[in-house]
């Protein structure tokens, strides 16, 4: 395929979750779960507002998700990951949550639906230089990024959050939420396109060609792009290789993504982190 004949630059822009260390002895359920605190508790605050939509109700999630890890720390087996084993109890958390709310979104739309194939305006990423109007929209950006998580169904939902804001592979997505890791792509790279496509609202627009190949060549060069951002490098293509349109397309892609790892960047709330601590010790 295309993107076989070059390679990704690595990027250092984002980490992954860090856990705990699993190779070590058995720890007391208080210590150890003290220690998921300080290290997933600000990213799993992050999912439960993704999830819930408002503070309590995320407060409520985060509580949820920690207080049973606590119960059942005699189950976890210590060649595991803990990270990878808390959010697997997140993620049933979730679903319980989500079947108690009603008038859910349901629908997704198709690849074609969701790619700008043809000719006509595309939204326009702002530049990097700090300035009023570029604040301005960049904040714009945020909510409707925001807004449009919030409306995936929640089988594309939780792989992209897991992914985009937690910072887990997809392979330790596969393993959290039970399904193959072919499915974890398909509905991530859905998902993505979904988010991309709700950002161009807060963007300006201009007319932009129609793609100037094949579109098997232009879904070939977005599987490229798609594969580089579940790395999260830097990919660089030859000159002359994207046209204008799939250039445009990309930017915003990448525009998307770096708005869900600012998202990821908020704390869980001080009186959060002292009530699980405080649980803890009424649970030993």
Request: aromatic share 8%; with cysteine; net charge negative.
């Amino acid at each position: 395929m295309l993107w076989d004949r070059w390679a990704p630059v690595p990027s250092r822009r984002y980490s992954t979750p860090v856990s705990p260390d699993s190779s070590s002895n058995p720890k007391p359920a208080d210590q150890a779960l003290t220690e998921l605190v300080e290290t997933q508790g600000d990213r799993l605050f992050s999912l439960g507002m993704r999830f819930c939509g408002n503070r309590d109700e995320a407060e409520d999630l985060v509580q949820e998700t920690f207080l049973q890890a606590y119960r059942s720390w005699d189950q976890f087996e210590e060649r595991s990951n803990p990270a990878t084993w808390l959010y697997t109890i997140a993620s049933r958390v979730c679903q319980r949550f989500h079947r108690k709310k009603s008038g859910e979104p349901v629908h997704m739309e198709s690849l074609d639906e969701l790619l700008p194939m043809g000719a006509g305006p595309m939204g326009v990423v702002p530049s990097t230089e700090d300035s009023p109007l570029d604040s301005a929209l960049r904040e714009e950006s945020r909510r409707e990024v925001e807004e449009a998580i919030a409306e995936l169904p929640i089988e594309f939902r939780m792989p992209l959050v897991l992914k985009e804001i937690v910072g887990f592979s997809l392979a330790e997505i596969a393993k959290i939420m039970d399904i193959p890791e072919a499915t974890v792509k398909t509905r991530l790279y859905r998902a993505r396109l979904r988010l991309r496509q709700a950002l161009e609202q807060a963007l300006p627009t201009q007319d932009v060609p129609a793609p100037a190949y094949s579109q098997q060549v232009c879904l070939d060069l977005l599987q490229a792009k798609q594969e580089s951002l579940d790395r999260e490098v830097a990919f660089e293509f030859p000159p002359n290789i994207v046209c204008e349109r799939c250039s445009h397309l990309f930017a915003t892609m990448d525009l998307a993504q770096d708005v869900c790892h600012d998202i990821a960047k908020g704390g869980m709330p001080g009186a959060l982190r002292a009530q699980l601590m405080a649980s803890f010790q009424d649970e030993s």
